[in-house]
């Protein structure tokens, strides 16, 4: 019994069912860089519960300057998505919220009250990819006393903090949740953003994982990175939340 526990044990994972949610993806069609149709969004869903997924949080962009969504745009364009899905993958389940850049726009969008998922009421959060918004610390503070719960997108890819982990350790003391993106993992960006979200993983740092999934690149990237030893490792071992997310 233990000799079969044991090879049992190391027994590749076949697909991320083990995550059960993804929590960060771009499938509502046609309002950010991410799907462009309903017939794409649902053939990539296809792919996705395939995988493994059973719950997706679609999470389209949210910024000042190029996608400028708001509850008017994201809404009426999931609930089409939603009634499609329904139809076709009626074992999914698909949840709607928005990945917010933080910058002049956000506070705005505070106001009228965020998209979150979950009831921590979780809200999906990014930085420029350039230079963190001068203010970003008040915001994820006003996020934290309104009773949102942020979750910052893809850390390991924000090059001026690729060395600076108390940047991160300060926000998860102050309770901010931290989303790698799987396709870092799978090298997908390079591998010096794999070998940083790795090395997040490793510290402690990340709490969640999220595909980022816009298209059927990252759709491949993200079956293929199943036969990834890393990956495997990582879905043994992994110490994440999505799981529990909407079981809270």
């Known amino acids: 019994m233990l000799l079969h526990n044991l090879f049992a044990a190391k027994k590749p994972q076949s697909t991320y069912s083990v995550l059960n949610t993804d929590i960060h993806s771009h499938f509502i069609p046609g309002i950010d860089d991410g799907s462009k149709s309903v017939e794409e969004s649902v053939a990539l869903l296809k792919q996705m519960n395939s995988c493994g ?12 300057e190029y996608y400028r969504n708001s509850r ?26 928005a990945e917010y850049l933080i910058d002049e726009g956000f506070s705005e969008h ?12 979780y809200v999906l959060v990014e930085f420029s990819f350039f230079a963190p ?12 006393m309104k009773g949102y719960t942020p979750v910052l997108a893809h850390p390991e890819r924000y090059g001026y903090w690729n060395v600076q982990d108390s940047v991160f350790e300060e926000m998860r003391m102050a309770g901010i949740e931290m989303q790698v993106n799987i396709p870092s993992l799978c090298g997908y960006y ?3 953003i794999r070998k940083r979200a790795f090395g997040l993983i490793e510290k402690g740092l990340i709490t969640c994982a999220g595909s980022d999934v ?8 993200l079956t293929d ?6 990956i ?17």
């Open 53 to 64: 997924f059973q719950k997706i949080v679609c999470t389209p962009h949210v910024q000042d």
């Open 72 to 97: 008017e745009t994201i809404l009426p364009a999931f609930d089409v998505l939603q009634n499609e899905v329904q139809r076709c993958i009626s074992e999914l389940e698909l949840f709607v919220a």
């Open 110 to 121: 505070q106001k009228q009250g965020l998209l979150s998922f979950g009831k921590k009421k």
């Open 133 to 144: 918004f001068p203010q970003y610390k008040n915001r994820l503070q006003d996020m934290l």
């Open 190 to 192: 390079g591998s010096d």
């Open 214 to 221: 816009h298209n059927q690149n990252y759709m491949s990237v």
């Open 225 to 230: 990175g199943l036969k990834q030893k890393q």
């Open 232 to 248: 495997q490792k990582f879905l043994r071992e992994a110490a994440v939340m999505n799981h529990t997310i909407f079981a809270e």
